[in-house]
């Protein structure tokens, strides 16, 4: 089976960093995905992880550890527009399946 | 990137009515299609997974009589709530991965279907 932890809410001022974690425990594992997810929509794809380390893409970086089965999600230069909820998700090995975490909500103040 | 589409986006419904929610994906293959359902507050739970031109398969749990998904071409899959009850109501949404993509198991979420069930 598959266990994915997120924190559940956090609150930042804007043009902060915020980290966001994820560990989780999976049958096997080929790949984690983090997601962001306004209220009412669907998810949108943020980041894509399946080897150890630090991917970057613009204000957004993920980073990866099997070892430790840990992930974050790191939001630089926050924006009022980054408030939502942002859900890791983890591929086990072999299928195309994806399992959720329950989201960390962040709400981003002036 | 690779556009997915649900309609209706929003429905509202009689107990004991079916609803069905299509979705599409508009610029590649999708042989592959997830169906979800998440409920206020909580996380996206799978509840079927549907290859083209075969059966779904369902999750733990999941009704496949209630919960009717069709997947008849490579672009449409549908889900058929059957008999719906308040206690259906959510958000749903649906994935594809497939051929025409950079990463073939990649899963692309249409807009979601907001279901209310009076």
């Known amino acids: 089976g598959q266990n994915i932890d997120q924190p559940t809410e956090m609150t930042a001022t804007e043009g902060a960093i915020v980290q966001i974690n994820c560990t989780y425990q999976?049958?096997?594992?080929?790949?984690l995905f983090w997601y962001q997810q306004h209220a009412g929509e669907a998810p949108t794809f943020l980041s894509y992880?399946?080897?150890?380390g630090l991917e970057e893409k613009g204000r957004f970086s993920s980073f990866l550890s099997r070892s430790k089965g840990y992930s974050y999600l790191l939001l630089k230069e926050l924006q009022m527009k980054d408030s939502a909820s942002y859900l890791c998700?983890?591929?086990?090995?072999?299928?195309?399946?994806?399992?959720f975490g329950k989201g960390n909500q962040v709400v981003v103040i002036p | 990137g690779a556009v997915v589409s649900q309609h209706p986006s929003r429905v509202i419904c009689k107990s004991g009515t079916s609803v069905k929610i299509e979705c599409r994906s508009l610029d590649f293959q999708a042989t592959t299609m997830f169906w979800y359902r998440q409920f206020p507050k909580q996380s996206l739970m799978l509840m079927a997974t549907s290859n083209e031109g075969s059966k779904a398969t369902y999750e733990q749990g999941v009704e496949k009589d209630k919960f009717l998904i069709n997947h008849a071409s490579l672009t449409l899959s549908t889900l058929t709530v059957t008999s719906a009850h308040p206690e259906d109501s959510s958000f749903y949404i649906c994935s594809a991965s497939g051929i025409g993509l950079a990463d073939y198991n990649e899963q692309f979420f249409g807009p979601g279907t907001r279901l209310t069930v009076l």
């Open positions: 998700a983890v591929r086990p090995y072999g299928n195309n399946r994806l399992a």
């Open positions: 992880n399946v080897l150890d």
């Open positions: 999976t049958s096997g594992f080929n790949g």
